[in-house]
Each structure stands twice: as structure tokens, then as C-alpha cells.
């Protein structure tokens, strides 16, 4: 969360990929928020235009959302704080919401912009980092949040 670290880190490199998350989501933190906002800082600093950076997919609508973000409230609150931070950062981002991770070993995804894949509850660890390369390999999901599934 130290921005003139993060600044150093990313000298001559392209993009920055942020896989953050807490290891306890049911107290209340600000470690996203917190990265977040270092991390935007720094990239803003050094040049670097390219942020993919993970989130939940249970910000999407819906009663199982709805449902799960009541249980993890704190981690929620977080997480809506950073991503706003990197929706406001001017930067050419791509917010990822996955549904529960799993650590299966596959790298395939479904994504859509906007909203969570149909019956995906849960995703490979593999594939969200799959699904982030491509994002950033193909030039795609330019400022928008993109649910993904298995």
C-alpha cells in the first residue's frame, strides 16, 4: 500500500494486475480501498495506463447476491470503495467479478460486460489469472466491469 514503492515496481512495465483480497471478509477493513488508491496513484506517476484488478462477483443483482454480500458486508464495502477509486482513476482499467474461486485446475472462462455469466457460481483460480492475461493481451474490457465463470 505504499505508493512510492508500488511507483518503483512498476518502472518500465505495461500493465498491473491486482489480485488483492482479505484473508478475513467478515471485519471491517480498508485494504482495497487503500491499495487501490496507492495503486492508481503510482500507475497515474509512472505512465503505466493498463490496470486489471479483481473484485466480486456479488456486487452483480440478484437474491444470491444479494444474500452474500449482506454475510460479507465489510469485505463489500471495500470492494465498492476500491472499485470506485479505479472507475474514477482515469486510467484504462477493467474491473474482474468472479463468483466463488476455486483451486480446480482449468483455465477456460465464460465473461460478460456487465453482469455475472448464467449459473456460474464458481471459477478456477487459474482462469480468473487466464481470463485477466487475456484482457490484457487482447486490448479488451476498456473501462468496463466484467463478470466471469466457469
Not at 440478484?62 to 486510467?91: K, W
Request: hydrophobic share 45%; aromatic share 6%; glycine share 6%.
Amino acid at each position: 500500500m505504499d505508493e512510492n514503492e508500488l511507483f518503483d515496481a512498476m518502472q518500465n512495465h505495461n500493465a498491473v494486475v491486482s489480485t488483492l483480497g482479505p484473508r478475513e471478509v467478515f471485519k471491517p477493513r480498508s485494504m482495497l480501498h487503500d491499495s487501490a488508491l496507492a495503486t492508481t496513484r503510482a500507475m497515474n506517476r509512472s505512465g503505466v495506463k493498463r490496470l486489471v484488478i479483481l473484485s466480486a462477483a456479488a456486487h452483480f443483482p440478484g437474491i444470491p447476491n444479494r444474500i452474500a454480500s449482506f454475510i460479507m458486508r465489510n469485505h463489500m464495502r471495500d470492494s465498492l470503495a476500491m472499485e470506485e477509486i479505479v472507475q474514477g482513476s482515469g486510467l484504462d482499467w477493467t474491473i474482474t467479478r468472479p463468483p466463488r474461486l476455486t483451486q480446480q485446475e482449468y483455465a477456460t472462462y465464460r465473461s460478460r460486460e456487465g453482469a455475472a455469466p448464467k449459473m456460474g457460481f464458481t471459477l478456477a483460480r487459474k482462469a480468473v489469472a487466464a481470463f485477466m492475461l487475456d484482457a490484457i493481451e487482447q486490448k479488451r474490457h476498456f473501462h468496463k466491469i466484467v463478470g466471469i465463470a466457469k
